[in-house]
């Protein structure tokens, strides 16, 4: 970071900035001009804040050069990070599908679902067991009960499985049965939740917050990375905006700005960014071209009788069609299904 010091800042103030920049660990580079004296401050010591410095008398500002987001960043790391999920690399050339029902209701509904959507070619199930609903009177999901029966159809179809987690304490009984962690856009921010999930050291699935900015997206990552595990997906569900035909808006430029600044995977889950069907396909082909590793993708064996999010999940029929276009497009942008 470079600490620019005021017009007027006197002689002692300036030393005491140099002495408090060399007491946390770091080495200041004094850099005088003809109207402003500069400090380059350099060193290992990257958790220190701008705040350290802004607080002290004759400074005007603290410029920081890397981001404030550490182990997230590409500045931490070049390379893209890839890991298996259940034997499929999630971050490599391969695009990951994500594909299931918004909540586990029946054992009928999950190994159908499960079933048709191995059968479509995805590597992984979703469904919630524990759903966080915008009304207490929603349905809520199946609980533990939904769990056992999400590993009944990752036995059956032979997939791994996505869930999410909804509080710190329920953490250990989901990693019993999950094979990566969801966590819901309304927790992006449960700052306990990041830290449980991160202690858990199962992959996770961070879903962007409604209205939550990139920089709060990757800092709500930076809890689940500094507690240890590493392997996180972003994944980009659709912002609130002022537009009312969509549920929400997919913010589709996310994803190369999450991937210029992050080496993190990042997949889009169009069902909950449009919350319509019909516009499912579309954003699915923008979110590929647009660089994205993967799509977690609503789909249920009877829309009109699911228990949530009906209108927006596809029928087993129209996600194998959604895989059959999404091919070429992702061998347009050197990527396969
Ligand atoms: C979900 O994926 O089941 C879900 C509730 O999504 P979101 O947290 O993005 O609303
Ligand atoms: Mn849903």
Redesign the pocket.
């Known amino acids: 970071m470079v600490i620019v010091m005021k017009k007027q800042a006197t002689e002692r103030q300036l030393s005491r900035v140099l002495a408090r920049v060399e007491e946390v660990g770091m080495q200041p580079h004094l850099s005088r001009g003809k109207v402003r004296t500069i400090i380059g401050v350099v060193g290992d010591n990257n958790d220190q804040s701008p705040d350290t410095f802004e607080s002290l008398e004759g400074v005007e500002r603290v410029v920081p050069l890397l981001g404030p987001f550490k182990l997230a960043s590409r500045d931490f790391k070049k390379e893209n990070t890839c890991f298996s999920i259940d034997g499929a690399k999630i971050g490599e050339k391969k695009i990951i599908m994500i594909a299931g029902p918004?909540?586990v209701e029946s054992k009928d509904q999950i190994l159908q679902a499960a079933l048709a959507v191995k059968k479509a070619g995805a590597v992984a199930l979703?469904g919630?067991a524990f759903?966080?609903r915008t009304s207490p009177y929603s349905f809520q999901g199946l609980g533990e009960d939904g769990l056992k029966l999400l590993a009944e159809a990752r036995d059956v179809a032979g997939l791994a499985v996505v869930t999410?987690v909804v509080a710190p304490e329920q953490v250990p009984l989901v990693s019993q049965y999950a094979d990566v962690l969801?966590i819901?856009?309304?927790n992006m921010q449960n700052f306990a939740l990041l830290h449980a999930v991160g202690e858990s050291h199962k992959p996770v699935v961070l879903?962007r917050g409604l209205m939550s900015t990139i920089d709060e997206f990757l800092h709500a990552a930076e809890y689940i990375l500094s507690h240890q595990n590493p392997r996180v997906i972003l994944?980009e569900?659709g912002i609130r905006t002022f537009e009312t035909h969509t549920r929400n808006t997919v913010d589709i430029n996310a994803i190369p700005v999450l991937k210029s600044l992050s080496h993190l995977p990042v997949i889009v889950?169009p069902s909950?960014g449009t919350g319509k069907r019909e516009y499912v396909a579309a954003v699915s082909r923008a979110a590929i071209a647009a660089g994205a590793d993967g799509l977690?993708i609503e789909v249920h064996p009877d829309p009109e009788k699911a228990l949530s999010?009906g209108a927006q999940s596809l029928r087993p029929e129209e996600f194998q069609q959604l895989m059959d276009d999404l091919r070429p497009v992702a061998e347009a942008v050197g990527r396969y299904m």
């Open positions: 918004c909540a979703r919630g759903k966080p999410e969801q819901g856009a309304r879903k994944c569900r889950d909950h977690m999010d």
